[in-house]
């Protein structure tokens, strides 16, 4: 009877250890060959976890996008994982062949995909409107006003699914915050009373000439002609307002029309920024270079010719007009 007992324990043992060993085999297996193996997609893929998605959404998400080979791999994943993995809602950047147990990293920590927007330099508020509108990874309507001249182009980062109306106001803070540092560090005896005037004088130079090296010069003229009560004479500011206007050609009725950005007619600033400017033409605005000169016009090539008196400047306007004939010619 002993005999037969321990025969039997013995057995009994050495099952229980086989077993353990085909358990433990198996787990080891799966961690080798499926949730740390190579995953098979050849290139960076992004996928989208969406509110209320729940396991079996996620790993069809996961195998249409290419990430992991079988639905199963990532039921036997998460089960191991247990309650140490908590999928996040989010788009996600999968970097190319990522392993199952790197996928379940990025999505437990909700290391969302950041988009990226550039929003251009001197754009109307209509024009970034419009592009933040037809940009489908964001979400809601814009309902809040955007007044021209309250956004500050440059580019932005954001997660799927941001509302344009939170994305719009973090704009209009980052000019604001901009604005307000550039105000503070103006130089001293500016013909500007506030920010806003500032802003103003910014948006005219922005569409002025797009080179930053240009841009503190323009700034210098235009503070010279408010002292001395001159009109600005921008003819940026000429078709701003008027139907079809900033992308047609100004013609000499256009310099008569009386509005309240025509700076032929006016004799101060335009009545509101005529743009959205740079970071860099609104610190131009307040940080202009001290100069003498009076006048500016496009030198033909890209950048301006500028002038102390109107004799230079009607010099400069024929060397400029030579230009346009030569170029004209060549063409």
Known sequence: ??????????????????FAGAIVGGFLSIDRYIIKAAGPHDAEKIVLIQSGDGHATIRWTLQRAGVIRELYHYDAARILAGSEF??????YAIP????????????????????????????????????IRDNPYFDGDISIAVPEGSILPETYFF??????NA????????????????????????????PQEALILASVIELETARSDDRREVAGVFVNRLKRGMRLQSDPTVLYGVEGGMDRTIRKSDLKRETAWNTYVIADLPATPICNPSRDSIEAAL???????????SDGTGGLRFARTLDAHNKNVRLFRKTQREAAAGG
Do not use: C
């Not at 009877?1 to 250890?17: E, G």
């Not at 908590?86 to 788009?91: D, S, Y």
């Not at 940080?287 to 016009?297: C, E, G, I, R």
């Open 96 to 131: 190319a062949r990522a392993s199952l147990n790197e996928v379940m990293v990025i999505i437990d920590a909700g290391r969302s995909y950041q988009r990226r927007i550039t929003i251009i330099e001197g754009a109307s508020s209509a024009e970034i409107v419009a592009q």
């Open 167 to 194: 994305f719009v106001q973090r704009m209009q803070e980052k000019r604001e915050i901009s604005l307000l540092e550039a105000w503070v560090n103006r130089a001293d005896d500016l013909p500007l009373k506030s």
């Open 287 to 297: 940080q202009p270079v001290k100069t003498d000169n009076l006048y500016f016009v």
């Open 86 to 91: 908590v999928p996040k809602e989010g788009e």
């Open 159 to 164: 997660t799927h699914g941001t509302s344009r």
């Open 1 to 18: 009877m002993l005999r037969t007992a321990v025969r039997y324990i013995i057995r009994s043992v050495l099952v229980i250890m086989l």
